[in-house]
């Protein structure tokens, strides 16, 4: 059965440092997501992107944030000065269309910022 | 601003037994409905998605969604201790942002299946 793939599972970073976070999405899809949860709070949106280029963000995903698909089956999220509270579960999703699709979540990435 | 809301539990219900979930949202707009689980330390898992009034089943699980009363409800018959996990509501919201897919998510409702 297709799934959603992140690396790394954890990572570990500097305060100040930029991170890169991959995600393979389920081959047929065409829309992509990011959410994050921090430890003992509910998931949280992030940005959703379409077409190579982002459909929506939300107040969390500011300026330290980007997004890219570099190639045909990549989609990164990069956090380019990491700060404390960055520490979270960054999960990755994906779905054949918007409201009316199936969003699959992959296995997440725990990211710890020291 | 969009709220999905659970109770958070834990609710405690033994094996075999019918466990009922229940969210409400405050977007009268929204237009699709999922349930997720997540294991401890794991990511959200789908079981049941719905966006038309009623019920759908799949399964042990059964989805109810009542869009006048902006309830949307998981039944699961026949509980097993596997199923012990906490429970996630999340809502396609009404708007541009909902139209592209992003989901907004309650806190969860943690169910324990006692053998």
């Known amino acids: 059965e297709p799934e959603v793939t992140q690396t790394p599972s954890h990572q570990v970073t500097q305060m100040g440092q930029e991170v890169i976070l991959r995600c393979v999405p389920i081959?047929?899809?065409?829309?992509f997501y990011w959410y994050r949860q921090i430890l003992g709070q509910k998931v949280e949106f992030l940005v959703s992107?379409?077409?190579?280029?982002?459909?929506?963000k939300s107040e969390i995903f500011d300026d330290q944030f980007s997004v890219e698909r570099p190639d045909g089956s990549n989609f990164t999220l990069k956090i380019r000065s990491t700060k404390l509270e960055d520490s979270a579960m960054y999960f990755c999703?994906?779905?054949?269309?918007?409201?009316?699709?199936?969003?699959?979540f992959g296995p997440g990435t725990r990211l710890t910022v020291t | 601003q969009k709220e999905v809301e659970q109770n958070s539990g834990p609710l405690s219900v033994p094996e075999g037994a019918i466990a009922s979930l229940n969210c409400t949202y405050s977007d009268r707009g929204s237009q699709s409905f999922f349930w997720y689980r997540q294991y401890s330390g794991k990511s959200p898992e789908l079981i049941m998605f719905?966006?038309?009034?009623g019920d759908k089943e799949d399964g042990r699980f059964t989805a109810q969604l009542n869009k006048a009363s902006q309830y949307v409800s998981l039944l699961i018959r026949d509980s097993q201790p596997s199923d012990s996990a906490t429970y996630l509501c999340a809502v396609n919201p009404s708007g541009y942002g909902g139209s592209q897919g992003n989901l907004i998510f309650g806190k969860g409702t943690k169910l324990s299946v006692k053998p």
């Open positions: 081959s047929n899809h065409l829309y």
């Open positions: 992107f379409y077409n190579n280029e982002i459909s929506e």
């Open positions: 999703a994906s779905s054949e269309g918007t409201w009316a699709y199936e969003q699959y």
């Open positions: 719905i966006y038309s009034n």
